[in-house]
């Protein structure tokens, strides 16, 4: 007795229309489930790639930019172009100044000698306060 099955292309096999229809569904399920899987790792993964690429570009900018390796914004190239100009114009008048030509008008003029007049005033009453207390000092320094 022989319990070996002939099995050939010419076999008939018999099965239930509901188990067929059954095992199609759960192939189907189980390849959507797969590939779902898949899709769901290929978008971590390239997620994970563009966050990396951008902490290097962060990274890259924070080191960079205080250094002004990656240039610098409008404003402050406006704001040094005035420093320089502002300088430029600084030195040529601590150059006027230094030389005596320095730019003066009558209203200036009339300033600095009120100013001057002031200051010597104030020198003389300085000069009566130091005697006046010399001669405290000398008067008590008798007395004691």
């Given at each position: 007795?022989?319990?070996?099955?002939?099995?050939?292309?010419?076999?008939?096999f018999?099965?239930?229309?509901?188990?067929?229809?059954?095992?199609?569904a759960?192939?189907?399920?189980?390849?959507?489930?797969?590939?779902?899987?898949?899709?769901r790792?290929?978008m971590?993964?390239?997620?994970?790639?563009?966050?990396q690429?951008d902490?290097v570009?962060?990274?890259?900018f924070?080191?960079k930019?205080?250094?002004?390796?990656l240039?610098a914004l409008?404003a402050d190239?406006e704001?040094?172009m005035?420093?320089?100009h502002?300088?430029g114009?600084f030195?040529?008048?601590?150059?006027n100044?230094?030389?005596?030509k320095?730019?003066f008008?009558?209203?200036?003029?009339?300033?600095l000698?009120?100013y001057?007049?002031?200051?010597?005033?104030?020198?003389?009453?300085?000069?009566?306060?130091?005697?006046?207390?010399?001669?405290?000092k000398?008067h008590?320094g008798?007395?004691n």
């Amino acid at each position: 007795m022989s319990d070996a099955i002939d099995v050939s292309d010419k076999t008939k096999f018999a099965m239930p229309i509901r188990n067929l229809i059954s095992l199609v569904a759960s192939v189907a399920v189980g390849v959507w489930a797969y590939f779902g899987i898949i899709e769901r790792l290929n978008m971590i993964e390239t997620q994970a790639i563009l966050v990396q690429a951008d902490l290097v570009k962060n990274t890259e900018f924070r080191i960079k930019w205080p250094r002004g390796e990656l240039g610098a914004l409008p404003a402050d190239a406006e704001q040094f172009m005035l420093i320089e100009h502002l300088s430029g114009e600084f030195d040529k008048l601590l150059h006027n100044i230094e030389t005596g030509k320095a730019p003066f008008d009558q209203q200036q003029a009339l300033t600095l000698d009120f100013y001057k007049q002031r200051i010597e005033t104030l020198e003389v009453k300085v000069e009566t306060l130091k005697d006046n207390v010399a001669n405290l000092k000398a008067h008590n320094g008798n007395d004691n």
